[in-house]
């Protein structure tokens, strides 16, 4: 099959369209077909293996080099046969997940990180959905438990993340701001949020304990810039961030380990984003996509050939909401 393939870290040139060995199916797995994979933050941190400490934290990293080599985690395809242990499944249905090695012709995924696609979206947007909806459903839902009548802030909304947020925070009744770059402004506006900030005319810290909740996507502000924008027993919610500048040490990492040490002190909750990918979690996703509460958006479409191109635009080019790969069925 053809996937694309690394073999040392580095930017996008180091990427190939290559032919690996097809995957086969162990106990509790499905072998998808994929039609749409999405690039994500994490594709370039893993392409460069950035930070360097993320070489020592993250099981699909090593020192000198990846040790999962075929790049991408979204999918949306098609069942083309299940392990033993799979009941809830069959070959022929269309399914979303999350697995190491999407960008692929085939992936395997544990089935239970793999649900049933809404029956209202394309590949392409379903492709779209899992880590980045699942991450913020995770955050605001699990961790911050947001409800009606609060006061949320998303910083990077206009990102993979924070567009999901944005119309998640507003499902669940909130009162939202969002926090983005001037060309991205009527996008966060047509999402639903209530208020918009262009972060290079105004600077949402300078409003001090206004929001109960503040999800920072962007690791572009000290974590007391983010704390003094965030009522004294609201929540602060801190999940990636980062741009390349050629290798950190400790990159978003770094606002994270803070969080951590000063989270133990304060009467505000700062809370580090884990998200771990589950079918229940994509379950619950799939209600608010079919019910129309939730969309995701799909800026741009690369072939699989292009995968490097993609990751560039994403890494580079700041590109909004998300970047979807198109898997041709014959390579």
């Excluded at 073999?7 to 060995?21: K, M, S």
């Amino acid at each position: 099959m053809k996937a694309i393939v690394q073999h040392r870290y580095g930017g996008p040139e180091v990427l190939r369209l290559v032919d690996v060995a097809p995957a086969i199916p162990a106990r509790d797995q499905v072998l998808v077909r994929v039609r749409a994979a999405s690039v994500n933050a994490r594709d370039w941190h893993f392409l460069r293996g950035d930070p360097y400490l993320a070489r020592l934290a993250a099981p699909e990293l090593g020192l000198r080099g990846p040790k999962v080599t075929v790049r991408g985690t979204d999918f949306a395809g098609t069942v083309e046969a299940v392990g033993a242990g799979v009941d809830h499944l069959r070959p022929g249905d269309d399914v979303y997940g999350e697995a190491n090695g999407a960008f692929a012709e085939f992936v395997c995924a544990p089935a239970g990180v793999v649900a049933a696609m809404p029956g209202n979206l394309s590949y392409e947007q379903a492709a779209a959905v899992p880590l980045a909806a699942n991450t913020a459903l995770i955050g605001l839902r699990d961790l911050a438990g947001v409800r009606g009548g609060q006061r949320v802030l998303i910083n990077g909304s206009s990102g993979g993340v924070g567009t999901f947020a944005v119309q998640l925070a507003k499902a669940y009744g909130a009162e939202v701001t969002a926090v983005c770059g001037p060309r991205n402004l009527e996008l966060v506006e047509s999402l639903g949020a209530d208020h918009v900030v262009d972060y290079t005319r105004d600077d949402f810290a300078r409003h001090r304990g206004r929001y109960d909740v503040l999800l920072d996507l962007v690791g572009n502000r000290s974590l007391a810039d983010l704390r003094r924008a965030t009522a004294p027993q609201g929540t602060v919610l801190l999940s990636g961030g980062g741009v390349s500048r050629g290798g950190s040490l400790f990159g978003p990492m770094g606002l994270m380990m803070r969080g951590t040490a000063v989270g133990r002190f304060v009467r505000q909750r700062v809370l580090v984003l884990t998200a771990v990918p589950s079918a229940a979690n994509l379950a619950a996703l799939t209600g608010l996509l079919e019910s129309g509460r939730l969309t995701p958006i799909v800026e741009r479409t690369y072939p699989l050939a292009e995968a490097a191109a993609a990751i560039r635009r994403l890494e580079v080019e700041h590109a909004r909401a998300k970047i979807v790969l198109r898997v041709d069925t014959d390579g």
